[in-house]
Each structure stands twice: as C-alpha cells, then as structure tokens.
C-alpha cells in the first residue's frame, strides 16, 4: 500500500517530464559546442595517431596501430625527447603554480582597499593578461637579449658599473627555463588576480569586524578569516593556473625554440613541430592523446585532493 502511495500520478510525472525540458534546453548549446570543438577533435586526433599520415606526401593516410605510441613512450630513438619535454612541463608547473598563485593573491590583498585611484592600479596589473602572448613574447626577446639593446643586461650593467657582463639569457641551460618562468609569471598573474580579488569581495566584513573584536592581529584575521573565505577559489584559481602551465607552448616557440639543449622543449612544442615542421602528423597526433590523458589525470588528483569545502562530509 505504501508504495502505491508513494508512486507518481501520470500528471506529476507529466509536469516533471515538462520542468526537465527548459533545463535541458539550457544546457544544449554547451553541450553541443563541447561535443564540436572539445570532443570532435580528439577523437579526430585519436585516429590520426592510428595512422600515417606525411603533410609533405601526397600518399593517403596508412594504418599505422599503436607504433607511434610505443616509439615515444618506449623506443629509445623517440622516448628521450618525449621524458625530457615532460620534465620540463612538471618543472614549469611545479614552480610557476604556486609562485603565480601566491603573488596573485599578494596582489589581490594589496588592491582590495577603498582608496582613491584604485581601479587604475587594478587596470594597470590586468593590462598584461589582454595582450597576446605573442607579443609579450616578442617585448620580453628584447628584454632579454644579450647585445647591447637587451634592457635587463643594460639594467644590471648600469646598476654593477660595468661588473657584470652581458648574459646570454635565453641561450643559456641554466637560464633559459627561468626566464621563461619569469616571463609566464609577469603575463598571468593578473588574471589570477582579478579571480582572487573577486573572492575577496565576497567575504563578508562582519567576519573582519568580528575578528578586530577578539583583538586578532591581521595574520590572525589572514590565517582565519581570508584564507578560508577564499579556499574555494584558490583551489579554481590552483587548477586553472596548472591546466595553463602545462599547456606551455608560445613562450617557448617564440623565445628559445625549445632550446637550448631542450633545456625549455615542452611535449606541446613537441607536438606541434612534429606534426607542422617534420610533417609527421601522425606522431603529433599521438604526443597529444598520451599528454591530454596525462593533464586529465593530473587535474582528477587535484580535484580530489584540494576539494571545495561544500564536498566536505
């Protein structure tokens, strides 16, 4: 009898059925733009790395299995450069994560004060985030140049009265991954910035008022009060920063062409060059699918690890 009752008449159904369309409607035009540009495409590159395909042959694509897969995932002729480029993706996260997620919200703290001006001071540390890398790339070439019109060895020149010489920035191994850090860092932490500054402005100033009460000093207000008002968007702010930092390819195109030594090569410059410069669209294609899985797994552990305080139990 029970469960008589507790089943749905035809009309609540009907009315349910009729409350799910509007949503689903809603949801469509997402979903159909994932599925074309997000979804599409990899399965397209998923069967071009099956395959064997020159851009530079007019021979039609040939079936080709997993070979690309494990000539760079195990052959010793391929494998190395693979690693190598890895490495230097896990080393550019590893450093540019938190130092960029650090000195955004830095950054964020120092402009969230009601002071006169300050929506310039805002605008000026976002202006970064609108030019294109590309560009940026091209300023901070200059800027690093070892010859007499490199700003940062003129700089260093003026300021040690000559005891420094000039330094060869982005031709060096032990510099090149570094200024290339520095150079993400400066272009991308505006964005970080503006989300954490954002968060900032949703906690409410009762908490603050009610912390001065208690006489906590500000690392006391800091410890207790903004950083667990800010946890769920440090962590979206953690995970698009390591989603973009691995993601590392203008920067290093642009700057040092992967070298010198491979000291900057990143498994995104391996897959483009592979693909557009040797032709090989096959193995581009294949660099890609193991790297995407690679990143997925990465961000599912992060997801997992760092979770938003509504997930907690």
């Known amino acids: 009898m029970g469960k008589l009752e507790s089943a749905a008449t035809p009309e609540e159904a009907i009315a349910t059925r009729r409350d799910t369309w509007p949503a689903l409607l809603m949801v469509s035009p997402a979903v159909i733009l994932l599925a074309v540009f997000v979804l599409a495409p990899f399965i397209y590159a998923g069967w071009l790395s099956l395959h064997r395909l020159n851009l530079n042959s007019p021979l039609p694509a040939r079936w080709f299995g997993l070979e690309q897969y494990r000539r760079i995932l195990l052959d010793p002729q391929f494998r190395g450069d693979f690693y190598r480029g890895l490495i230097n993706n896990f080393t550019f996260a590893v450093i540019v994560v938190p130092l960029q997620t650090g000195l955004a919200l830095a950054l964020a703290m120092l402009l969230n004060r009601p002071l006169r001006g300050m929506t310039v001071f805002r605008t000026f540390f976002f202006m970064p985030v609108v030019f294109p890398m590309a560009l940026v790339a091209v300023i901070w070439k200059l800027i690093y140049s070892r010859d007499e019109i490199g700003l940062l060895n003129a700089v260093l020149h003026n300021v040690t009265f000559g005891a420094v010489g000039p330094i060869d920035w982005l031709g060096s ?21 503006i989300i954490i500054l954002a968060g900032l402005q949703g906690i409410p100033t009762t908490l603050y008022e009610a912390a001065r009460i208690d006489k906590a000093n500000r ?33 290093v195109y642009i700057l040092t062409n992967g070298g ?23 193995r581009g294609a294949a660099v890609t699918i193991v790297f995407v899985l690679i990143v997925v797994v990465i961000t599912v552990i992060q997801r997992l690890v760092l979770r938003e305080d509504r997930e907690i139990a």
């Not at 191994?173 to 910035?193: N, P």
């Not at 800091?222 to 691995?246: D, E, K, M, Q």
């Not at 491979?262 to 669209?281: C, D, E, K, L, P």
């Open 173 to 193: 191994t032990r510099t090149a991954m570094l200024s290339i850090i520095i150079m993400s860092i400066w272009q991308g932490v505006g964005f970080q910035m």
């Open 219 to 251: 690392w006391n207000q800091f410890r207790h009060v903004t950083v667990p008002g800010l946890r769920n968007t440090l962590i979206f702010v953690s995970l698009v920063t390591t989603i973009f930092a691995f993601r590392l390819f203008d920067q």
């Open 260 to 282: 010198p030594q491979n000291a900057t090569t990143t498994v995104m410059y391996q897959a483009v060059t592979s693909a557009f410069s040797t032709g090989n669209v096959g």
